[in-house]
């Protein structure tokens, strides 16, 4: 099976402008989650789809928001810019089911730089 | 907030030496993940442990994990240089699933 993809691998975008990231999860996978990457912070969960809705959501401003298409692609989208946005953003998809464990497959990330 | 923290944040051995991490967490778990991230690359899914379980082994890998102490160990034996990466462990409370990744220990092998 394909692993999970990410688009694009790097960007780099101007503080106020917008960007939207893209994760293909691995075929029959539904859960799709999201999390920043920085030197500082760590892995940082942003939130979780399931089925096209959002499950969970970790502590970041409106600013970040996500989606989940019918096929389990998710996008993740980030509004005004701000320089501490630059991070690794990485995508990870899992074959749930409630109660089993949650084995989370990884794409390489989008490395996303804000000058 | 993190809910995992590893220790050490750093170690660098030689190759042919035992590496090992210790990763503590602070609330209840259904289980624990170690994870392994390349310089700058997604993360690799190593071992799982539930918490019914207190060790596991994975080739060179050994995983202990201690739900009294709240905390578990990743012992990689005869480490070569190609194990040189970040290791985070990762802890699920069940439910609607969210793992909560601690800050890594970042390992260097020398050669």
């Known amino acids: 099976k394909a692993g999970v993809t990410q688009t694009p691998r790097y960007l780099i975008k101007t503080r106020g402008q917008q960007v939207t990231l893209s994760c293909s999860p691995i075929?029959?996978?539904?859960?799709v989650s999201w999390y920043q990457q920085t030197p500082g912070q760590g892995l940082q969960f942003l939130f979780e789809?399931?089925?096209?809705?959002?499950?969970n959501k970790g502590n970041f401003p409106g600013r970040f928001s996500g989606r989940q298409f019918s096929n389990s692609r998710s996008e993740m989208n980030v509004s005004t810019l701000e320089l501490g946005d630059s991070a690794l953003y990485l995508c990870?998809?899992?074959?749930?089911?409630?109660?089993?464990?949650?084995?989370?497959?990884f794409g390489p990330g989008t490395r996303l730089t804000v000058t | 907030s993190q809910q995992g923290e590893e220790d050490p944040q750093a170690l660098s051995i030689q190759e042919g030496e035992n590496a090992t991490m210790n990763c503590s967490y602070k609330?209840?778990?259904?289980?624990l993940q170690w994870y392994r991230q390349n310089s700058g690359r997604g993360l690799v899914h190593l071992i799982l442990?539930?918490?019914?379980?207190r060790e596991k082994h994975s080739g060179r890998l050994r995983v202990t994990l201690d739900t009294s102490k709240k905390s578990s160990s990743l012992l990689i034996t005869a480490s070569r240089a190609a194990d040189t990466a970040s290791y985070f462990c990762?802890?699920?409370?069940?439910?609607?699933?969210?793992?909560?990744f601690g800050i890594g220990t970042k390992l260097q092998v020398i050669p």
């Open positions: 990870a998809s899992s074959l749930v089911g409630r109660g089993a464990p949650y084995e989370q497959y």
């Open positions: 075929s029959g996978h539904r859960s």
């Open positions: 442990i539930r918490s019914n379980e």
């Open positions: 789809y399931f089925s096209e809705t959002q499950r």
């Open positions: 990762a802890t699920d409370a069940g439910g609607y699933q969210k793992v909560t």
């Open positions: 609330t209840s778990i259904n289980n």
